[in-house]
T-cell receptor
């Protein structure tokens, strides 16, 4: 059982380039999300999805797009990379988004370390 | 003001010590609460959920005070393997993470 798989693990981009960070989960979870983690800031929510075909913005969505065509996959696209997007990106999934402890444990991928120069 | 605030530390304690972490949150509508653990350059993993009545898991005890919007984590008899960053997480409409408290347990 692979859990949440993110690719690539490391990436260097030039300013203005675009790229897609891949995320796949094999736990049949409905809820998936993308976070970025910066020193002293904690994890900040970029976008999330409550199921196939449904996405919504989190705290810091600008400069990123997402889509959810299947339950398993939730790619994150950087449209035109900027140095401010240098960060560690984590994809997460959980059984539900609902409040309450049950089913809301988030399982994270191993992260993508992105540097924009 | 951040929605979830934690003392960043670092906390440096000897093996066997008891250490407590605190967390405050601003959204009074928050309904579920967690502590996650993150090892250096790794992904966060759930340590424990936090229930209103308080809960214990071995050497770890979590407390919630809804009136004060305050969560705590107590680690007793610290082990070297407890060295990590501990993230406070609050779920209202979505999961919000604190910046984390770094703990180093030394021999």
């Amino acid at each position: 059982n692979a859990g949440v798989t993110q690719t690539p693990k490391f990436q260097v981009l030039k300013t203005g380039q675009s790229m897609t960070l891949q995320c796949a989960q094999d736990m049949n979870h409905e809820y998936m999300s993308w976070y970025r983690q910066d020193p002293g800031m904690g994890l900040r929510l970029i976008h999330y999805s409550v199921g196939a075909g449904i996405t919504d913005q989190g705290e810091v969505p600008n400069g990123y797009n997402v889509s959810r065509s299947t339950t398993e996959d939730f790619p994150l696209r950087l449209l035109s990379a900027a140095p401010s997007q240098t960060s560690v990106y984590f994809c997460a999934s959980s059984y539900s988004k609902g409040v309450g402890g049950a089913g809301t444990e988030a399982f994270f991928g191993q992260g993508t370390r992105l540097t924009v120069v | 003001r951040k929605e979830v605030e934690q003392d960043p530390g670092p906390f440096n304690v000897p093996e066997g010590a008891t250490v407590a972490f605190n967390c405050t949150y601003s959204n009074s509508a928050s309904q579920s609460f967690f502590w996650y653990r993150q090892d250096c350059r790794k992904e966060p993993k759930l340590l424990m959920s936090v229930y209103s009545s308080g809960n214990e898991d071995g050497r770890f005890t979590a407390q919630l005070n809804r009136a004060s919007q305050y969560i705590s984590l107590l680690i007793r008899d610290s082990k070297l393997s407890d060295s990590a960053t501990y993230l406070c997480v609050v779920n209202s409409n979505d999961m919000r993470f604190g910046a984390g408290t770094r703990l180093t347990v030394k021999p």
